[in-house]
C-alpha cells in the first residue's frame, strides 16, 4: 500500500478478502477509489501489479455485467495460439518475411491493415490448400481458458462473436469448436487446389470489425456499450472503443495502453471474474 500512497491514491476494499474456489484457478481482489485514474496513474498501478505477478483491470463506476448482450474476439494471438498467415507462411519459407509485416502491423507500425494483408497474402500464392487443414490439426490450439469462456458465455445467453483478420477457414472450424453464434473473417482464393495469393471480397480490418459488433449489436437491440470485447493487436482498438469492458490479452503496448483490462498471466475465463 506504500506504492499507492506515493501515487495520492486512495483504495478501499471492495467486498471480501482474496479467495480461490474449486470454479476458478484465480485470486481476485476489488478495490475503489473516488478519484478518476489518469493514464499515468493505470500504468504505474499496473507496473505495481506486474511486481506482484498481478494481472489489474478498470472497471468504469457505471459498469454493470448484467447489461452485457455480446462478447466480441479477434481470433490470432487472442482467442488461439498462433497468427494463421504466419504459419502459412513457414510452409512456403517465407514465415520470416510474413511475420515482419504482421509484427510491425499488429504494433502499429503499418497503418493501412488491408495492404498489410494484401502484402503478406501475395507471398503465399502456390501453396496447396491442404496446408490449412494440416496447420488447424497440428498446430493451431485455442489459448489457456478459451473453451471455459466460450462455454460461460454461451450458457449466461450471451451473443458470441469472433471477428477476425485472418481467414474463414479457421474461424468456421473454431465456430463450431467451440460455439460461437457468428464468425466474420477474409475469405483466401483458392484456385485447383492452391492460394492463389489473393483475397476474395471486402478485407476485415479494423474499422470493418468495429462495424460488424457494432451491427451485431443493433440487430440485438443495443449498443456497443453492451458489450465485452478482447484483442491483441492496434487493428482490434477500434472494436475495442467504447466496448462496456475492454481486455487486451498477452497484447501489444499501444493495445494494454487503452485496454481496461490487461491480462499477461491469466487465462481469457479470467474475464468471467469481471462479468461476474
Given amino acids: 500500500m506504500e506504492h499507492i500512497e506515493v501515487l495520492g491514491l486512495e483504495l478501499s476494499r471492495v467486498g471480501n478478502p482474496p479467495t480461490s474456489s474449486q470454479s476458478s484457478p484465480y485470486f481476485s481482489q476489488r478495490w475503489s477509489t473516488p478519484k478518476t485514474l489518469l493514464p499515468a496513474a493505470r500504468d504505474a498501478l499496473r507496473e505495481i501489479a506486474a511486481n506482484h505477478n498481478a494481472d489489474l483491470a478498470f472497471l468504469a463506476p457505471h459498469f454493470k455485467p448484467q447489461d452485457l448482450k455480446v462478447l466480441a474476439m479477434d481470433m490470432d494471438s487472442t482467442l488461439i495460439n498462433i497468427e494463421c498467415i504466419d504459419e502459412i507462411a513457414d510452409f512456403t519459407g517465407k514465415k520470416a518475411a510474413v511475420s515482419e509485416i504482421t509484427e510491425a502491423t499488429m504494433r502499429g507500425e503499418i497503418k493501412d491493415f488491408k495492404e498489410s494483408l494484401r502484402r503478406r497474402v501475395k507471398l503465399l500464392a502456390g501453396v496447396s490448400a491442404d496446408v490449412l487443414e494440416s496447420i488447424y490439426l497440428e498446430r493451431l490450439r485455442p489459448n489457456p481458458g478459451a473453451t471455459e469462456l466460450l462455454a460461460a458465455a454461451n450458457q449466461r445467453g450471451l451473443h458470441t462473436l469472433l471477428v477476425s483478420g485472418g481467414f474463414t477457414f479457421f474461424t468456421e472450424k473454431l465456430r463450431e469448436q467451440l460455439g460461437f453464434a457468428q464468425t466474420q473473417a477474409n475469405t483466401l482464393e483458392i484456385i485447383d487446389g492452391k492460394l492463389t495469393g489473393n483475397v476474395i471480397g471486402e ?47 498477452k497484447a501489444k503496448p499501444v493495445v494494454k495502453e487503452k485496454a481496461d483490462a490487461a491480462f499477461d498471466r491469466v487465462g481469457l475465463d479470467a474475464a468471467l471474474l469481471l462479468i461476474a
Fill in 203 to 249: 478485407i476485415v480490418d479494423g474499422a470493418a470489425k468495429s462495424a460488424h459488433l457494432e451491427e451485431a449489436c443493433r440487430l440485438l437491440g443495443c449498443t456497443k456499450s453492451n458489450s465485452i470485447t478482447m484483442g491483441d493487436g492496434s487493428n482490434d482498438l477500434l472494436m475495442m472503443h467504447g466496448s462496456g469492458l475492454s481486455i487486451a490479452y
